[in-house]
């Protein structure tokens, strides 16, 4: 929970410099680095299906592991 404020706050801070109205370099998420959710690419933040039975098991599994991509 500490580690969501502390990304929300970073982001803010990070929202008024120059880089964040230009939306470049991003603080790194201390979440994400705790609980190994990197994201490989961060310009790919979106998931595409094929079908919505693709989107249901995709969703069910990320409820299973409690909701966070």
Do not use: C
Not at 28 to 40: F, H, I, N, V, W
Not at 43 to 63: P, Y
């Amino acid at each position: 929970m500490l580690a969501l404020i502390l990304d929300t706050v970073r982001a803010i801070a990070w929202r008024q410099t120059e880089d964040g109205v230009n939306g470049k370099n991003p603080p790194p998420s201390m979440y994400e680095a705790l609980t190994g959710t990197e994201r490989k690419d961060p310009e790919r933040n979106h998931m595409v299906f094929e079908s919505g039975e693709d989107f249901e098991a995709a969703r069910n599994e990320i409820l299973r592991r409690g909701g966070f991509i």
